[in-house]
């Protein structure tokens, strides 16, 4: 009798897996979002950066922000309020911290942004992964992509992001008000060489940034440019290159902040590095990790870091800048 | 030893379908949100019997579409592994052999990136990619250990972890040089994640997974030999290079698939097969459908365990399998030597 139960037993698991299984494929297409109670408030329907249709509430109340600088530019719309969840790194403004935290941008948890009933999830496609797109899609949650490649295309992300939060007048007057900084900016360095700058990412082992990366970007707006000049994004460079190509200064952001005149003493005490003009001469320029942030914060960071390359351009007796910047307030 | 009945073969995978499945109740339980037993327990058996209209939408999505999904890819990863772990020991006559320290899953791996950079928009180019690359990391590890014709246990542990160490090199090589966007998020896959599967794609490996270990199995009685020599298995009637083709393929199947779907896992198909045959003998034709259902186990344990300690944050499940498994790979080497 015994003999006869085990292999039903068996059959059986086996029978509730394979059940199982199939119940997991046809859970592919999304389910209706929950909450019909809310079916009468009004959907809308964009297209995000990465070309995918999004339909979500006309003004959602519920936001969770994957990325840092998400974060911080529904804050700078004054959306912080609806902001229901955020990463372990999005640390500015420091209201921030006190959102529920869904873990990294890389792999956040799932199960967390689902507790959090978000209508609404912000993602880049920078910081975070295709596979947690496609599964919170799979969850029947809204998922909008920003793809910011450029100073510019912050701007104009801003502005969208105004109009998909709801909130198109706010995204319109914030998107003007950069302009003007820029535009104020460029006035301001027009016409002064470009400073040729060495951007520090990391100090050991040393890498820097490629051309086409947003901090590159940053660093021709603050009337520079980057001496490296290879096709990866974050390379590791030699220092016989940084030698070569004898930069005018050098950029530390972020991380080094903390601490930049022991980063900067250090640097003078090591063998090579010593040697480098820019070393010799104290041409080190710190600014705050915002300029890797495309958020309406970088402008901040690369009004900073203009002011620090070209101080001439500056220099008292202060003329009333082009653009007065309200924004200033975010400090 | 004792005989293999199939009583014997029936009552072992049946008590180990059932700690699968304790494991699997308790995984679905533990998690960022938790759920009592009893509400588990409901929403288990509304779901069974079709009434999923009555359980709470918040716990459905967190239950059945989040961790559901996830633990089903752990047990058909877990399975694959374990299986090509035990295939390879079968076929190298290694008790140390496992597709991660063999360097299979490292060319599984760079075949996943490299059918990224060259055909990221075929579909199933990547798990063909991985497919090829095991077969590849394989045959070379294969000729690498063999010293006067004969395989060498030594010399083949060695060639495992020189081509291991050289595809990683390959990959930090393409990593760097290849700013594709498609690449990012790579180093965490690497480490091993379960965190997104897509359910076709867990739907193919479960084909995939039974095809493989029933290929596998109809070679069992034939592996017992085959550990006695080749030679003697052959004098004994056993078609060798038919066997040893099916087990290789077979095992690289299994690796390939696993690796692109879930990034290199390591150690489950060493110490899955080892523990099995610890407690239940080394008889092929129990130790295989035994090392599926353990490695099952294993893999929803690690995983469990990865995305419940630091929550909401997430460890790497293969950091959670390489932190127990290394150490246990040491003993068993030293106590190989000794």
Known sequence: ?331 | MRPLTPRRLLLTCAMLAGILLLVVFFSLKFGTRSISIYDLGALLFRTVTGHTDQVSSDFRLIILDIRWPRIVLAMIVGASLSVAGASFQALLRNPLADPYVLGVSSGAALGSILSLIWAAQLPGATPFGAFAGAIAATAAVYFLGRRGGELDSYALLLGGIITASFLSALIMFLMTTISGRELRGMAFWLMGDLSTPSPVATGWLFLVLVLGVGAIYTTAADLNLLLGGEQEAMHLGVDVVRVKLVVYLGASVLTGLAVSVSGAIGYVGLLVPHLVRLLFGSDYRLLIPATALGGAIAVVLADTLARTLVSPTQLPVGAMTALVGAPVFIYLLRRGMA
């Not at chain 1, 997991?24 to 999304?30: C, F, R, V």
């Not at chain 1, 198109?168 to 302009?179: E, F, N, P, V, Y």
């Open chain 1, 1 to 331: 009798m015994k003999r006869s139960r085990n292999p039903l037993k068996l059959a059986a698991v086996w029978i509730l897996f394979g059940a199982l299984v199939v119940r997991a494929q046809a859970a592919a297409p999304a389910p209706p979002p929950e909450a019909p109670a809310k079916a009468a408030e009004s959907i809308v329907e964009f297209h995000d950066d990465l070309g995918r249709r999004v339909r979500l509430p006309a003004v959602p109340q519920r936001i969770v922000s994957l990325a840092p600088n998400l974060t911080e530019t529904v804050f700078a719309l004054d959306l912080g309020a609806r902001l229901a969840g955020v990463t372990d790194f999005c640390d500015y403004p420091p209201e921030a911290r006190t959102r529920a935290r869904v873990g990294g941008p890389i792999n956040p948890n799932l199960e967390e942004i689902v507790s959090l009933h978000p209508d609404l999830v912000l993602a880049t496609r920078v910081l975070n992964r295709a596979e947690t797109v496609e599964a919170l899609d799979r969850l029947g949650i809204p998922v909008y992509t920003t793809d910011p490649r450029t100073v510019e295309d912050v701007v104009a992300s801003v502005r969208r992001l105004g109009e998909v939060l709801g909130a198109k007048a706010r995204g319109d007057a914030l998107a003007t008000q950069m302009q003007q900084r820029l535009a104020g900016l460029a006035l301001r360095l027009r016409g002064l060489p470009l400073r040729r700058v060495f951007f520090v990412v990391w100090l050991d082992p040393l890498i820097s940034t490629g051309p086409h990366t947003f901090i590159a970007d940053a660093i021709r707006h603050a009337g520079a440019e980057s001496v490296v000049n290879v096709a990866q994004d974050w390379p590791q460079i030699n220092l016989e290159e940084v030698l070569r190509q004898n930069p005018d200064y050098l950029v530390f952001a972020g991380e080094h902040q903390d601490d930049p005149q022991a980063t900067i003493d250090s640097l003078k005490k090591r063998p090579g590095w010593s040697s480098l003009e820019a070393v010799r001469l104290g041409h080190f320029a710190v600014v705050s990790d915002a300029l890797d942030r495309p958020a309406p914060r970088m402008l901040d960071a690369i009004e900073d870091l203009a002011r620090q390359l070209h101080p001439e351009a500056f220099a008292p007796p202060a003329a009333p800048p082009a653009a007065p910047s309200p924004h200033r307030g975010l400090d």
